[in-house]
């Protein structure tokens, strides 16, 4: 079984900043995140006391940005877990295939950017965390 360490990975954009603004670049396959893009959506609205996520994926990989606001993201591979804020919009958070993740304590400005290298396929979801860690040690015999 992978480590945790090797199922995640903060990611630092560009930030071309100067008297104008900024501009953070997020050039896609393989260089600034390790996949091609086959899908993004963005989650707002959810305050501190909602906890999202709560899954697993068999095979989308995914980018998380907090573009807006901050949030926190624990990751757990069903031995070690930890938690990352997400509080820069330059900051990235590169998430593994078979991660379980709940994101969770959104800042009313929250605005959370997920890239994902998968379409969405409700099939390949694990909601059970039950049957995550099975999958998982089942894995982990191999
Ligand atoms: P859900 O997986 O509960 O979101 P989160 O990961 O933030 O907890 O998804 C909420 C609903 O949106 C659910 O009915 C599935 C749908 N959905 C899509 O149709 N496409 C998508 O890309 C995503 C992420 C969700």
């Known amino acids: 079984m992978k480590r945790l360490e090797e199922m995640y990975q903060v990611l630092q954009f560009k930030d071309f900043g100067d008297e104008r603004g900024n501009l953070v670049v ?3 396959s393989g260089r600034d995140i ?10 707002y609205g959810s305050d501190s006391t909602v906890i999202r996520g ?11 940005i907090n573009v807006a606001g901050k949030s926190k993201v624990k ?5 070690e877990s930890k938690v990352i804020e997400l509080d820069r919009p ?3 958070l590169y998430l593994s295939s078979m ?6 304590d959104f800042s009313p400005d ?33």
């Not at 390790?34 to 963005?42: A, E, G, L």
């Not at 991660?99 to 969770?104: Q, T």
């Not at 396929?121 to 894995?139: F, G, P, T, V």
């Open 34 to 43: 390790p996949f091609t893009v086959q899908r993004v959506f963005y989650i």
């Open 90 to 92: 330059m900051m990235g």
């Open 110 to 142: 929250s605005i959370l950017l997920v890239m994902s290298s998968e379409h969405y396929d409700e099939k390949e979801y694990i909601r059970d965390y039950d049957e995550y860690i099975q999958i998982m040690k089942e894995q982990g015999l191999e």
């Open 54 to 64: 709560r899954h697993a994926n068999r095979s989308s990989e995914f980018v998380m």
């Open 99 to 104: 991660l379980w993740k709940d994101m969770y």
């Open 75 to 79: 990751v757990d591979n069903g031995i």
């Open 26 to 28: 997020i050039e896609g």
